[in-house]
């Protein structure tokens, strides 16, 4: 009887101490649709170089999209020499233009093999192109590594082409 009892209690107590139904608002009156564009002060515009910038120099994302993408052999993370070549191309981008930003460089895998080897395989080719970099004359303080493994696909066809475009490092830049 005593356990029935506890239990019913125990039970009880579960049931009116469980997780809120209340679903979370959402501010909708804050204004969001000019973060990072251009700050004012005094009358004066000062540009953040997010968005926007002086008229010499390109802005983050069109600088970010001239940086191509460096892509590996099946279970490999050694550069190939037509490899090697984009990633010196690269590298002298980082130097001119993006001086002022840090490089992140993110290994990607194909979906063959296991969560942990493909992570492991995207740091290895993550940080075969950072070396290349350092060895290109960045500053290693301005390379960030990241691996995706096989979670970030950019063709989720299952044939050898497909395969192909997920083995990669892609380079982002960083403010």
């Known amino acids: 009887m005593k356990k029935v009892l506890l239990s019913s209690v125990v039970l009880a107590a579960l ?3 469980g997780c809120s139904s209340k679903d979370p608002s959402i501010d909708a009156t804050k204004d969001t649709s000019n973060q990072g564009a251009q700050a004012s002060t005094s009358g004066e515009t000062v540009s953040t170089g997010i968005d ?16 191509q993408s460096v892509f590996f052999e099946f279970d490999k993370y050694a ?17 001119g233009d993006s001086h002022g ?7 990607n895998c194909d979906e063959w093999g296991s969560d942990e080897y493909n992570y492991a395989l995207g740091l290895k080719r993550a940080d075969t192109v950072k070396a290349s970099l350092i060895n290109q004359g960045i500053n290693a303080e301005r390379i960030t590594m990241v691996s995706y493994g096989e979670s970030n696909p950019v063709c989720n066809e299952k044939n050898k082409e497909c395969w192909a475009k ?9 403010p």
């Not at 926007?52 to 940086?67: A, H, Q, T, V, W």
């Not at 930003?101 to 290994?107: H, N, R, S």
């Not at 997920?166 to 960083?174: G, I, Q, T």
Request: net charge negative.
């Open 15 to 17: 049931i009116f101490s």
């Open 79 to 95: 550069l190939t020499d037509d490899m090697q070549s984009k990633v010196v191309g690269n590298a002298d981008m980082v130097k």
């Open 52 to 67: 926007g910038g002086d008229s010499n120099e390109m802005s983050m994302s069109g600088l970010e999209s001239k940086l």
């Open 166 to 174: 997920n083995r990669r490092v892609d380079f982002k830049l960083l």
């Open 101 to 107: 930003y840090v490089v992140k460089v993110e290994g």
